[in-house]
């Protein structure tokens, strides 16, 4: 069936509805791939278009990854975090939901209900692999940001990418897999340390690792709070959360290579 998504813009055209439309990205970093869409989440029928778009991109031919990232604006007070934003990425779409205009203090009952229902879709399955950097301090966040939601106390399945990054070339080190640009290996003693099954430390760098650029982070910090977002924050979020999907993909492709070799 036919979708009306309502897509923020492909990359020749950020949103005009949101001033984007002059952002370029740095050619320096990653960017978002050209035939990924952006769409803004900010009522209940953008709740549903996602929830129908992600439904439809499930595939029986490779695990189903969902990105997910959040933001919130940085406060002294850690204890007093509101999220602002919340990513979904399939392979082919970002949804950038407004958490305030959705299930903020002044949300409706049916919005409320509705966002629950829409996002416990992809929360509460156990067959949407949900991944991310450090993604279940995000979830914790959101849980105490908005306690009332349901979905975000029952998030079954959601795998950190520093894990799988470390099951991968943990299976691929007897194969010469290798999943750092450095080949160093550290002595302890007698032992040997591989350096090589260890993950990066942040994102930028897994990305750098295995998609050859790093993440331009210089809006990590922004107000997240502002609306309309800016084009340049747009991309940042909406490619945060793309990003969890592409290195998901590659450590699983790498990862069902390495067990062939090992059974061969």
């Not at 934003?85 to 009952?109: C, M, W, Y």
């Not at 795998?159 to 750092?180: A, P, S």
Request: with cysteine.
């Amino acid at each position: 069936g036919t979708h009306h998504l309502y897509p923020i813009g492909n990359r020749t055209r950020i949103a005009k509805e949101v001033k984007a439309n002059k952002f370029k990205p740095d050619p320096a970093y990653l960017a978002l791939p050209d035939d990924v869409d952006i769409h803004w989440v900010g009522d209940i029928k953008g709740l549903y278009h996602m929830r129908d778009a992600i439904l439809e991109s499930k595939t029986d031919d490779l695990p189903n990854f969902i990105g997910l990232d959040a933001e919130w604006a940085p406060t002294v007070d850690a204890s007093r975090t509101q999220v602002d934003l919340l990513q979904v990425s399939d392979r082919k779409n970002v949804f950038l939901i407004d958490l305030p205009e959705l299930i903020g203090k002044d949300a409706t009952k049916k919005s409320l209900g509705a966002f629950d229902e829409t996002m416990g879709i992809i929360l509460r399955d156990p067959s949407f692999i949900k991944t991310g950097h450090e993604i279940s301090q995000d979830i914790k966040e959101c849980r105490r940001s908005y306690p009332s939601i349901s979905c975000f106390r029952e998030s079954v399945n959601v795998q950190e990418l520093y894990i799988l990054w470390t099951e991968t070339f943990n299976i691929g080190k007897n194969n010469n897999i290798d999943g750092n640009t450095s080949k160093k290996s550290k002595k302890k003693g007698k032992e040997t340390v591989d350096d090589s099954t260890k993950p990066p430390a942040s994102l930028s760098l897994m990305a750098q690792s295995l998609l050859s650029k790093p993440l331009e982070k210089s809006k990590a910090m922004s107000d997240w709070a502002r609306r309309p977002l800016s084009g340049a924050q747009m991309h940042y979020a909406a490619l945060d959360a793309h990003v969890g999907v592409q290195i998901a993909e590659k450590l699983h492709t790498t990862r069902v290579s390495a067990t062939r070799q090992t059974k061969t």
